[in-house]
């Protein structure tokens, strides 16, 4: 059975700098029809299991620790029993939403492969909208889910704590210009977009 991508969208608050913003976030399920991964947490458990549906959640991978993509992290682990996964380096952006009382489960690497329902979600470390920002990138789907990185129109934002635009910059074209044009990109909000179409507006 081929692995596929299922997409919800879940609306709520994001909040840092002691600033708060209405959101809507992308969520993004990766698996078949027995089992899956759970890319981000926002909002909502019910709203991001009605995308799951009965299926068995291996993982829940965190592309940042912005609170809009963590907060219901641990309320999915509880319902779940899935680990949660997040760069080390997200630890002050985590601890600004959760303390230090609630951990996550394991950490995730530059190149590290993750497997689910027969396809590979390869890690990327791009720093710059935060410290331990990632992508998955899924050959085999020919996509890459980029959370709050590369947007449909740009890079993700920067200006507030613990982001830099530079470093963002340096690590879109890195790590994700290097990718085939037509990778189909999958936001943490918005529409989707391409690796070709974001290459020609940055560096064009």
């Given at each position: ?38 890319v981000d947490a926002p909002h909502d458990v019910d709203a991001i299991m009605a ?154």
């Amino acid at each position: 059975m081929a692995a596929r991508l299922d997409h919800g969208v879940v609306s709520g608050t994001f909040s840092l700098d002691g600033e708060t913003f209405d959101v809507d976030n992308n969520v993004w399920v990766v698996g078949d029809d027995a089992e899956c991964v759970v890319v981000d947490a926002p909002h909502d458990v019910d709203a991001i299991m009605a995308v799951v549906g009965d299926r068995a959640v291996r993982a829940i991978v965190c592309t940042h620790a912005h609170d809009d993509h963590v907060r219901v992290a641990p309320a999915l682990r509880e319902r779940t029993g899935a680990p949660i996964l997040l760069h080390p380096d997200e630890r002050p952006l985590w601890e600004l939403t959760h303390g230090t009382d609630v951990a996550w489960d394991a950490d995730l690497v530059d190149g590290q492969v993750l497997e689910i329902a027969g396809t590979r979600l390869q890690v990327l470390h791009t720093p710059g909208h935060a410290p331990g920002a990632v992508c998955l990138y899924a050959p085999d789907l020919g996509c890459v889910l980029t959370g709050d990185t590369l947007f449909q129109g740009g890079p993700g934002a920067t200006g507030r704590s613990f982001s830099d635009r530079s470093t963002l910059e340096a690590s879109i074209r890195a790590s994700l210009f290097v990718l085939p044009d037509d990778t189909v990109v999958h936001t943490g909000h918005g529409d989707d977009t391409t690796i070709g179409a974001e290459k020609a507006g940055l560096d064009g």
